[in-house]
């Protein structure tokens, strides 16, 4: 794990096949040409060999962009890959045996929607929570009320690894997201169902960079 595959955590991009008005790998390209920082593979219901293929080609694609590549769950598509990591829900496998297997040097990230489980989740030594969703969301409906982005603020204060905010977040609302406190964002149908992904991942990125700045300097 270095500073680059931290920072590039600002802008992820959640993949959700299904939502795309364009080819899937071609949307993928365009949200990192327009700024898109992390890639998070998430694909459900996909035969184990063609999951690996498609992995093997995101794989490629983020190289070429210096952008971090992390897989959802499957650790061994993650290895097969050389992925950059692994993000991890309450299905997936332990963390301590996850860890084990792909060592200190891959980004191990972990789904949360509370404050016990942000607290859970650093203190099994997670790089890096996913916390949401933040606001009404169609992939939560009826599952998970939103949390506001108050609830960002109150987490910093005991968790200090990067918390990457998730859930109906987009470019009218980022900004509030940022302000109080997310070290950066994770959005799947903001791009990926969008008409010009490209143009969408840029307007997201160019309201990040500014807090970024600010924090930095």
């Not at 005991?158 to 905010?165: F, G, L, S």
Request: charged share 25%.
């Amino acid at each position: 794990m270095n500073g680059q595959q931290i920072n590039n955590l600002s802008l992820m991009l959640i993949t959700d096949r299904n939502l795309c008005k364009q080819s899937f790998l071609h949307t993928i390209k365009l949200a990192l040409k327009g700024g898109a920082k992390t890639i998070q593979l998430r694909e459900k219901g996909i035969p184990t060999h063609e999951l690996y293929c498609l992995a093997r080609e995101l794989r490629k694609v983020t190289l070429e962009f210096h952008a971090n590549f992390i897989i959802n769950d499957r650790i061994d598509i993650a290895l097969a890959v050389e992925a950059d990591g692994v993000h991890l829900g309450w299905q997936s496998l332990p963390f301590t045996i996850v860890k084990r297997l792909i060592g200190s040097e891959k980004l191990i990230g972990i789904s949360t929607h509370s404050r016990q489980e942000a607290l859970q989740a650093r203190d099994y030594g997670a790089d890096y929570i996913t916390f949401g969703p933040i606001f009404n969301t169609p992939s939560k409906k009826g599952l998970l009320l939103p949390l506001g982005t108050e609830t960002i603020r109150k987490l910093k204060n005991e968790v200090k690894i990067p918390i990457i905010a998730l859930g109906g977040i987009h470019k009218n609302n980022i900004e509030s997201v940022l302000y109080d406190g997310a070290d950066g964002i994770a959005v799947i149908s903001s791009i990926m169902h969008d008409d010009n992904p490209e143009e969408a991942a840029r307007c997201l990125y160019e309201k990040i960079v500014p807090f970024k700045q600010f924090i930095n300097s």
